[in-house]
């Protein structure tokens, strides 16, 4: 859903439930592979220790896996410093199942005000993660942080001239010389949302003119992409000419030409409607996932829609208690695709996890408080699946079925 973007940082930290969207992954897709083995219900999933900082809550928003037995997963940290709210860049690197503590840089403040909310990789050596900073009273500005394979080390990126805040969200890594990151920014006419993209090209990053989307209006973010091949494929949200919200996706190819892929009032999602995340699965084309909120009667459903030999369809989503809300997907074959999330159980958020079978999703259990943020998929035999239990991160795995 649309919203004023600082206000969604504070949210995803502060609120009781946790049932505010976030940002899904983007990473490289894995290789094609045949259709993995027919299973209704996958194996439970499993919580992996990690070391958290004392004295501050965690909260973990993407995940992505370079290499077998080799996973990345990024976020913040909030703790109360000096009677000031303290946010700091927190990541979490696990091999073979043992985790340590990512050191990540933050652009230091008083207090210091850092986020990360997307991690994309080309190798185990060359990865980008992208979010934003913020000095007390000044607009926040975007941050990439690249790994080398030792160091993470922060990369200047531009910020829209007069821009009132600009975030990053996700990115794609598709090379040494090729990376985009996407998010937003508010304008200087009234703080209104506005989509953000940029390039990397090897040597620096540059901005990106998004076209306009027909059936948009205002409000319009971009909260993820992803590689397919060569082009990458993007998707966001924003207000359609009735002032609802509607989601929509966009791709561009390796020469840089723009294709409005779904737009409000073409009929692919209903109104209102998010898109929080999307992914390539070999085999079974791009899928995209959201929510379609329903304000007045305060629930929720799920969205999951997918791009197939040029065509968008929707794929059905079971109602999980009253409020079914997708925010990552990722599959490595037409009947192996996870949608991760939230969902309600009265009063009680609770983690949701739905698994694409080939002719079905099945709720998999996936334990209680709050949310999952982030999926990937990991060539060793494992899913894992990133988020946070109210002020506690989360990472969990469980073997591919």
Known sequence: MSR?????????VLAVAGLVGGVGPAQAAPPPTADAPNADTPNAWTEVEHPRPGGADTYLHD???????????VGYTFAVVGGAFEFRTYGQHCVQGVCTRANLPNREGAPATNFLYGIGAHSPTDMWTVGYSRDPGQAGITMAIRYDG??????????PAGSNGSYLYSVAHLGPAEAIAVGGYEDSAG??????????DGA?????????????????TLYDVAAVGSSTFMAGTCRDVGGADAGFVLSRSAVGRWKIQVAPGDGVLPTPSTLQSLSFVPGSGVWAVGTSNNFALQTAAGISIRLAAGTWSPVPVPQVGTSTQLLAVAGIARNAVWS???????????RLSLY?????????????????KGVAY???GFWWSVGHDLGDSVIQKIPVP
């Open 4 to 12: 004023r973007l600082p206000m969604l940082a504070m949210i995803g």
């Open 63 to 73: 995940v992505v896996v370079p290499a077998a037995d080799d996973m990345w997963s």
């Open 150 to 159: 030792s160091n993470w080390t922060i990369v200047d990126t531009p910020n």
């Open 191 to 200: 703080n209104v949302p506005r989509p953000l993209a940029m390039r990397w």
């Open 204 to 220: 620096a990053w540059s901005l990106l003119a998004v076209p306009a989307v027909p059936g948009c209006t205002t409000r319009a």
């Open 340 to 350: 991760v999330g939230i969902t309600a159980t009265g009063a009680f958020a609770e």
């Open 356 to 372: 694409w079978n080939g002719r079905r999703y099945v709720n998999v259990a996936a334990g209680d408080y709050s949310n999952l």
């Open 378 to 380: 990991d060539p060793a």
